[in-house]
């Protein structure tokens, strides 16, 4: 496994540089999976201030935001290519309130 800290600074440069994540977790039933992602934010679960920071992207496999616990995450890497946010954000509910600054104008 990954240390946390480790998770955050690598999902914390993918965000800023837009770039595509391959993340492998544990489910919950504890079998591994491995997705593709465009990492979006760590932040905990829904309105919560508290509780186990979550992992936010956009899976490509399910074609929609999801959640993963960082302490599930067993291995990440940047792949390298890169995504337009704006192209998810257009079909998010509501406006999106990150915790991770970013500086997706250019």
């Known amino acids: 496994m990954m240390e ?15 770039l595509i994540v391959e993340i492998e977790y544990i489910r919950k039933d504890g079998t591994k999976a491995t997705r593709m992602m465009e990492p979006f934010d760590i932040k905990p679960s829904g309105r919560s ?18 959640q993963r616990r960082l302490d599930s995450i067993v291995s990440l ?17 509501s406006p ?5 600054p970013r500086d997706w104008q250019s």
């Open 4 to 18: 946390a800290g480790e998770i955050e600074k690598i999902i914390r440069d993918a965000i800023q540089n837009k």
């Open 49 to 66: 201030k508290e509780g186990p920071l979550m992992f936010w992207g956009w899976c490509l496999f399910h074609n929609r935001i999801e």
């Open 77 to 93: 890497r940047v792949t390298g290519e890169h995504f337009d946010p704006k192209i998810r954000e257009r079909t998010f509910s």
């Open 96 to 100: 999106p309130v990150y915790s991770i």
